[in-house]
């Protein structure tokens, strides 16, 4: 049974450019939330999808964007890149319904130059 | 009033000893308290969770302790090792938001043999 996987693991980019970051749920989850994580912080909350819709948002600017398709993968959209946004960049999935807790992927550590 | 505060920021102990990080919230909608253990190169991986029905919950070398009224829950490990050495993040959401987890900053565990 695999779990959350993401792509690619390990990504470096120039302020000003765009990136897009993909996610595979585990199998059986359908909702998506995406989770951006400093160095040495605690991650936090970018935002969630179900039923290929934004559900909720953190406080993260308009710049990030994201997609879900409907075998429940996702894409993290990110643009106009400034250096803040280096980070670690976790996907996260779940069942809408029920008390189910999140499962994490691995991420992909984005640095920007 | 969606911080999650926790501490210490660090904390050594020696092997066999107890492992204890505590964490306070402000939010009083938040009803779901998850810790997870994050190792180094990986995604934050579910440890224990707790509900505000139950004020002590206990698997295996893990507790979980609730206080409600002052709003504080926190992670006892008992019988610490080795492999235990991990950064540990408490988080805490409404139950109804189970995705939108709020994260404290984290604490660097190591054990010593």
């Known amino acids: 049974d695999a779990g959350v996987t993401q792509s690619p693991t390990h990504l470096i980019k120039t302020r000003g450019q765009q990136v897009t970051l993909r996610c595979s749920p585990k199998?059986?989850?359908?909702?998506v939330s995406w989770y951006q994580q400093a160095l040495g912080q605690g991650p936090q909350f970018i935002f969630q999808?179900?039923?290929?819709?934004?559900?909720q948002r953190g406080n993260f600017p308009d710049r990030f964007s994201g997609h879900q398709f409907p075998n429940y993968s996702s894409e993290l959209n990110v643009n106009a890149l400034l250096l803040g946004d280096s980070a670690l960049y976790l996907c996260?999935?779940?069942?809408?319904?029920?008390?189910?807790?999140?499962?994490f992927g691995n991420g992909t550590r984005l640095t920007v130059t | 009033q969606q911080q999650v505060k926790q501490s210490p920021q660090s904390l050594i102990v020696q092997k066999g000893g107890i492992s204890i990080i505590n964490c306070a919230y402000e939010?009083?909608?938040?009803?779901?308290f998850p810790w997870y253990q994050q190792f180094p190169g990986k995604g934050p991986a579910l440890l224990i969770a707790?509900?505000?029905?139950?004020s002590e919950k206990k698997e295996g070398r893990f507790t979980i302790s609730f206080n409600k009224s002052a709003k504080q829950f926190s992670l006892h490990i008992m019988d610490s090792q080795p492999g235990d050495s991990a950064t540990y993040f408490c988080?805490?959401?409404?139950?109804?938001?189970?995705?939108?987890?709020?994260f404290g900053e984290g604490t660097q565990l190591t054990v010593n043999p």
């Open positions: 707790i509900r505000p029905d139950v």
């Open positions: 939010n009083t909608a938040f009803d779901y």
């Open positions: 999808y179900y039923e290929e819709e934004e559900r």
């Open positions: 988080a805490a959401c409404p139950e109804t938001s189970g995705s939108r987890l709020t």
């Open positions: 199998s059986g989850h359908d909702t």
């Open positions: 996260a999935s779940s069942l809408v319904w029920g008390n189910s807790p999140l499962h």
